[in-house]
């Protein structure tokens, strides 16, 4: 049971580049959600999904799509990367009770 | 809107001290809260949850109890160790409506020993 994975670890983009990031989760959750860390901030949700086909807006989308064609999998895509958007980022899959599951974080660096 | 805060760190504690870590919390709805913590490098792993008001959630020596009435769920454990040395995170998750979990900006915590 592997729990929460996300690929790739690091990440380096150029300004204006496009890159998906992989998250998928073996727990058969129907939520999962998408979160940015940035220093002094906490987590902020990006995107979040209750089911397969079903997503939706958090608190800072702009910039992020999202899709959830599988329970299993949740790739967030960044349509053209900023410097703003150089954060760590968090998969997490969660219970209905609110319990979630996070998967270990990409780092990724714009320039 | 729905918030959260918690106490500012760093908490810098000697080992088998007593700790506490304040949060509290705005909701409009009945929401359910959590704290996690967060070891360097790692994601976020939960530590403890309460869904209701006087609810006691407790782990690993930790515990945090759900106050209502004074919208708080204070973090707290008798007697620290190096290996608490982390970040702590409180959160509530909501749903009236919209899907909402929101985090503290977190607290660092290191146990000297």
């Known amino acids: 049971n592997a729990g929460v994975t996300q690929t790739p670890k690091f990440q380096v983009l150029k300004t204006g580049q496009s890159m998906t990031l992989q998250c998928a989760q073996d727990?058969?959750?129907?939520?999962m959600s998408w979160y940015r860390q940035d220093p002094g901030m906490g987590l902020r949700l990006i995107h979040y999904?209750?089911?397969?086909?079903?997503?939706d807006q958090g608190e800072v989308p702009n910039g992020y799509n999202v899709s959830r064609s599988t329970t299993e999998d949740f790739p967030l895509r960044l349509l053209s990367a900023a410097p703003s958007q150089t954060s760590v980022y968090f998969c997490?899959?969660?219970?209905?009770?609110?319990?979630?599951?996070f998967g270990p974080g990409t780092r990724l660096t714009v320039t | 809107g729905d918030s959260v805060t918690q106490m500012e760190g760093p908490v810098t504690l000697s080992e088998e001290a007593f700790l506490t870590i304040n949060c509290t919390y705005t909701?409009?709805?009945?929401?359910?809260l959590f704290w996690y913590v967060q070891y360097p490098g790692e994601g976020l792993q939960l530590l403890l949850k309460?869904?209701?008001?006087?609810d006691k959630g407790s782990n690993k020596g930790f515990e945090a109890t759900y106050r209502k009435e004074t919208t708080s769920f204070h973090l707290e454990k008798g007697s620290v160790q190096v290996s608490d040395s982390a970040v702590y995170f409180c959160?509530?998750?909501?749903?009236?409506?919209?899907?909402?979990?929101?985090f503290g900006t977190g607290t660092r915590l290191k146990v000297l020993a």
């Open positions: 997490a899959s969660s219970l209905p009770s609110g319990e979630q599951y």
């Open positions: 727990m058969n959750h129907e939520y």
């Open positions: 909701a409009t709805g009945y929401p359910s």
């Open positions: 999904s209750v089911g397969a086909g079903i997503t």
């Open positions: 959160a509530l998750s909501d749903y009236s409506g919209t899907y909402k979990y929101i």
């Open positions: 309460a869904t209701k008001a006087d």
